[in-house]
């Protein structure tokens, strides 16, 4: 207890653990006092004779009769009559309530004891900075110095001067065991404004960035929550942070908001990511942005943060605050303030600067250890020095860590017990872990906590937390990381890991099923036990947990740690097992990160299959062949990825699992028709098509990261267009596009619109194909999709020069396609595109180059149908510079490779274009013969532009007249391409 609590005619002083009857001190053991404080306290609340005994006598069995001989000293001390109390009342044979009058003066001791004084300067700064921001101009502002420097004491004080009205959302980042979350003390803060809110800024969250509320469960339906998370599945980062952006500047417009994060020091990356992306925008914002952090850690976090710092302070964001230790006038300041009638306070501030050079924390806990140890006392209201003391200059301990330690020393030896346990639990903790660890109740923890809380500034209560079984718990936090320290430190290595398991066991048993925001922390206190295996485990909860906010950088951190976990594990299959489950995590942020080509991705994958293969019935078999197929095919190697699609249909339908069926059918369809088999692919996209579930559905978005219907839909629409089905062709491709904003994934209704627009493009029906890639485009940047977003912007390329807008057309496609040169492998599709966009512009001797280099694709991986592509281009290139037999030698490859594939739309474009070529009589007859033939087998689409073209060459031949084909063929060399030097 401190300060001073009125119980008229008596006060208890919590200072010197004295009672009082105006100047007249009354006699009361120790005990006894403490009894009585504790009674007080809880003023109207019947209290337990098991509760009384818990909290007084922890750890030690003490009979009832020792707390009824402290009630009847309490009595005979405050005249108070049993039968008719005053003051303690008797309930029944249940224990004792305290029923007198209390009128406190802790809020006046309080007020010495944390007297403020100083940092004038930095109050102003900080008001400045809030100024701004309330007219609307973003504000940063980071304080710094060493530990105890007062930081928190500043702002503080700061909140208490200038901030009302004002929206204050608080996040602390904490060192703990295993590592922080993802976003971590910015979710803490909206977490608690929203608790308090009462609704409405969940509804505010939900109308402007719903990506918050999926991270935070309790505020909205499971329901609700699953379809966020779905929407946001397979996002980038950048999206994410501009949904959180948007989120924090929702809240700002609504009411002025001043952010603060302490303790940046201990900051997660995405944290800082967020505060500099938050200080980049330049729109008005009523926003103050507040983070404390300590100029002195060595800790890696806080070399980020002071880069972050720099850098926007270099931009003009961001303002720095430095404090130094407090002046010497202000330490007497101090002093005079909490001891205002001590003749020695000159020479007593003197000391205290002296030894701590104006650090707060320090001078304050030197103080209160002179207090606690007897060397100030308060006889009669009025301070002084003990009789027989030493010189003041004697009394002040020499260091920060023999303050600590005699403060500790102080108390009870079971209070310390609890307290060193909640030192290994973290800077904010609560009673149930605790009291799991120490094997004792949550409520003798709290009753301890509730004493350490009264009595001094460790500890400081921080509201209830109820976990995900149900279980309640009060939650305390440390006043500062050096009391946590101090208490960590106490306990020896024999002790430290029976400890940590039993609050990891605590933990796991709370949050069984739910883990994922607590993940981090149960694989460093299971690592702490020794207990590797379960460590490595939680290694893997954490990775997808932090893979669900687009951290990929961390999930990886956490894979890597776990996979160093294992290496303490002797071989055996469940160590097999966890390192299987670590990579196919972790395969999903390296494929981010280092995109789908890289050799590590490759690499995860093969130590994948050869895990699956030494453990014969791998339930990620699937999932890993999955990853290698989709390696394969974007690397361009049509052949391997049928391979493995091939052993995913053997595997699927020995397992008889329809959704996995759906998956197989779904990635063999694509590779096949992508390989030349139209016949063979529409046969599996049909099937998958049909066997389709919203079962089948999550697990494609699981393992390709879309929904394999949108996909099969948009693929069976280029295979039936191919195949000379072109009406069917568009329906099928617009029930693409329908379904992908039907499922509500971004990347499913970006690659429905891509799919709808090539084919639109195929149909030379550009203004469409415009339409769709820029849809395309709008969903992948507005999610931070590249790889899509990139092949948009070639569509988009290809549709305006199509169009007419030869330049602009060919120079969107040149620049998507070498910066998807940068994300990953071109393939020869990649190629094709490219090549067909700049023919379209004009441009013959750069599509040309780009032909080359779809060539030399299929030279590396094998024959593909967009072999039939290279030769039409390669022939109207040719028949451009004017060599005619080389363009008819490629057009009549690309005639016999359609037929095997049977590939009518193609043979049909390819007969058009030899057609047009110079020719003799005889050729062009023959010609004529073939194109009518293959025309002929056409029973639908008869509308679109190569059935109408053909039918009116065929008709004009009919009737002698000459041709426009023909007569433009007269003027091929005319149409040479322009130099372009933009492939070379």
Request: net charge positive; charged share 25%.
């Amino acid at each position: 207890m401190r300060g001073v609590i009125h119980i008229p005619p008596y006060r208890l002083d919590g200072e010197t653990r004295t009672l009082w009857r105006g100047s007249s001190q009354i006699p009361l053991r120790a005990k006894s006092f403490t009894v009585l404080a504790y009674l007080v306290r809880s003023a109207g609340h019947v209290l337990s004779k098991a509760e009384l005994l818990s909290a007084l006598w922890p750890g030690v069995h003490v009979a009832d009769a020792a707390l009824k001989v402290c009630v009847r000293e309490i009595r005979r001390a405050l005249a108070d009559d049993a039968g008719a109390p005053r003051f303690i009342e008797t309930v029944g044979r249940v224990g004792y309530r305290f029923v007198g009058e209390t009128a406190r003066d802790e809020a006046r001791a309080q007020a010495a004891g944390d007297a403020f004084v100083g940092r004038t300067a930095e109050l102003e700064r900080l008001g400045s900075a809030l100024r701004r921001a309330l007219h609307g101009r973003r504000q940063f502002v980071f304080v710094t110095g060493e530990a105890g420097i007062g930081k928190t004491a500043l702002l503080q004080r700061f909140r208490q001067v200038h901030l009302r009205g004002v929206t204050v959302a608080r996040g602390q980042c904490v060192e703990q065991a295993g590592g922080d979350e993802a976003y971590g003390p910015l979710l803490e803060a909206i977490r608690a404004l929203c608790s308090e809110d009462g609704g409405h800024l969940v509804a505010l969250l939900r109308r402007t960035t719903p990506a918050w509320l999926t991270y935070l469960p309790g505020l909205i339906s499971d329901h609700e929550r699953l379809t966020l998370a779905r929407e946001l599945w397979g996002t980038g980062q950048q999206h994410l942070l501009r949904g959180l952006v948007g989120g924090l500047e929702a809240i700002a417009a609504h009411e002025p908001l001043m952010l603060l994060i302490e303790d940046l020091h201990w900051s997660d990356r995405p944290t800082l990511e967020l505060l500099t992306a938050l200080a980049r925008r330049t729109e008005p914002a009523r926003l103050l942005v507040v983070g404390t952090y300590r100029s002195e850690d060595t800790a890696v976090a806080t070399a980020s943060v002071a880069s972050t710092v720099a850098e926007l302070r270099l931009r003009g964001s961001a303002d720095e605050i430095a404090l130094l230790g407090l002046a010497p006038a202000e330490i007497g300041q101090y002093v005079c303030e909490r001891f205002p009638d001590l003749a020695q306070s000159k020479e007593l501030a003197s000391a205290v600067w002296r030894q701590t050079e104006g650090n707060p924390l320090y001078a304050v806990n030197t103080l209160d250890r002179l207090v606690a140890d007897g060397a100030l006392i308060r006889p009669q209201g009025r301070w002084r020095l003990a009789p027989g003391q030493r010189p003041v200059a004697d009394l002040v301990p020499e260091t920060l860590a023999a303050t600590l330690r005699a403060q500790v020393e102080a108390l009870h030896p079971a209070d310390v017990r609890v307290l060193e346990v909640a030192g290994l639990v973290g800077l904010r903790f609560d009673t149930h872990t605790v009291g799991a660890a120490l094997k004792t109740s949550p409520e003798h923890v709290r009753a301890v906590c509730n004493g350490v809380v009264a009595a001094g500034r460790m500890l400081s209560a921080a509201g209830e937390d109820e976990w995900p079984d149900g279980t309640k718990a009060a939650e305390f936090a440390f006043a500062h990381a050096v009391y946590r320290d101090a208490f960590a430190r106490r306990v020896d290595a024999a002790r430290r890991g029976a400890l940590h398991r039993r609050i990891a066991e605590a933990l796991d048993r709370g949050y069984s099923g739910n883990a994922g925001p607590v993940a981090a922390r149960l694989a460093g206190h299971y690592e702490a036990a020794g207990l590797y295996a379960r460590a490595a485990g939680h290694r893997k909860a954490a990775a997808a947990t932090a893979i669900a906010r687009c951290a990929y950088p961390e999930a990886i951190a956490h894979v890597e740690r776990g996979l160093d976990l294992l290496k303490h594990l002797p071989a055996s299959r469940q160590r097999d097992s966890l390192e299987l489950a670590l990579r196919s995590t972790g395969s999903t942020a390296l494929i981010d990160t280092k995109g789908f080509a890289a050799p590590a991705v490759r690499d995860t994958f093969d130590r994948s299959l050869a895990l699956c293969r030494r453990l014969r019935q791998a339930p990620e078999l699937f999932q890993v062949l999955d990853g290698l197929h989709s390696y394969a095919v974007t690397a361009g190697d049509l052949q391997t990825g049928e391979q493995l699609a091939r052993r995913m249909m053997r595997l699927a339908e020995r397992r008889r699992d329809p959704s996995l069926l759906v998956e197989a059918h779904h990635v063999l369809g694509c590779v096949r028709w992508r390989r030349g088999d139209l016949a063979g692919g529409r046969r599996h996209l049909e099937a998958a098509i049909a066997l389709y579930t919203p079962e089948a559905g999550a697990i494609g978005l699981r393992y390709c990261g879309h929904d394999p219907k949108v996909c099969c839909l948009g693929n069976l629409g280029l295979v039936l267009w191919h195949s000379g089905y072109p009406d069917r062709a568009l329906q099928a491709g617009e029930d693409a596009r329908r379904w992908g904003h039907t499922v509500g994934h971004p990347y499913s209704a970006a690659l429905g619109e891509l799919l709808l627009s090539w084919l639109r493009a195929l149909r030379a029906e550009f203004r469409l194909a415009r339409e769709h890639a820029e849809a395309a485009q709008a969903i992948a940047g507005r999610y931070d999709l590249e790889a899509i977003e990139l092949e948009s912007a070639m569509f988009w390329g290809l549709a305006l020069a199509g169009l007419g807008e030869a330049d602009t057309g060919a120079r969107r496609a040149i620049e998507a396609f070498e910066r998807y040169q940068r994300l990953a492998p071109v393939s020869a599709d990649l190629c094709v595109l490219l090549a067909s966009a700049l023919l379209l512009a004009g441009r013959g001797e750069t599509a040309g180059r780009a032909i080359d280099l779809a060539q030399e694709d299929l030279a590396r991986h094998g024959p593909a149908f967009s072999q039939i592509d290279i030769f039409l281009i390669d022939a109207i290139v040719h028949g451009w510079s004017s060599d005619v037999e080389t363009a008819r030698h490629r057009l009549n490859q690309a005639v016999v490779l359609c037929r095997r594939c049977g590939a009518a739309a193609l043979e049909l474009r390819a007969l058009l274009v030899l057609c047009s070529l110079p020719a003799a009589d005889k050729q062009r007859a023959g010609a004529l013969r073939l194109l009518k033939q293959c025309r002929s087998r056409f029973t639908e689409g008869f509308e679109t532009r190569d059935l109408r073209e053909s039918a009116g060459l065929l008709a004009q031949q009919a009737v002698g007249a000459v041709s426009p084909v023909r007569r433009a063929a007269n003027k091929w060399p005319a149409r040479r391409s322009r130099r372009s030097t933009a492939l070379q």
